[in-house]
């Protein structure tokens, strides 16, 4: 199971940190990744990281703005998220594997508004 959580409604140019929860699985032998949906859009993988946190990949849309970054003791996968816009606004998912396509828990809403 995969759970977001950490997100609200900020305005822009706040920061706000992304926790996923990992549980059922060997989260330290899977690539993990964030993926967001905004309303009437497809879903877009914001980042990834490899298992072991040594390569990391970043949409060019908050690449300088977000990192990605986990904790294999602890289960966890984070998304340190400064400078934020409103076209961030979305439901941010996090999802087993470096792809985005893979199995993803309820997401967190992040709306960035004034």
């Known amino acids: 199971q995969l759970q977001a959580s950490g997100g609200g409604l900020v305005q822009p140019g706040c920061s706000l940190r992304l926790s996923c929860a990992a549980s059922g699985f060997t989260f330290g032998n899977y690539d993990m990744s964030w993926v967001r949906q905004a309303p009437g859009k497809g879903p877009e993988r914001v980042s990834a990281i490899r298992r072991g946190g040594d390569n990391t990949y970043y949409a060019d849309s908050v690449r300088g703005r977000f990192t990605i970054s986990r904790d294999n003791a602890k289960n966890t996968l984070y998304l340190q998220m400064n400078g934020l816009k409103p076209e961030d606004t979305a439901v941010y998912y996090c999802?087993?594997?470096w792809g985005g396509g893979g199995s993803r828990g309820p997401g967190t809403q992040v709306t960035v508004s004034s």
């Open positions: 999802s087993a594997g």
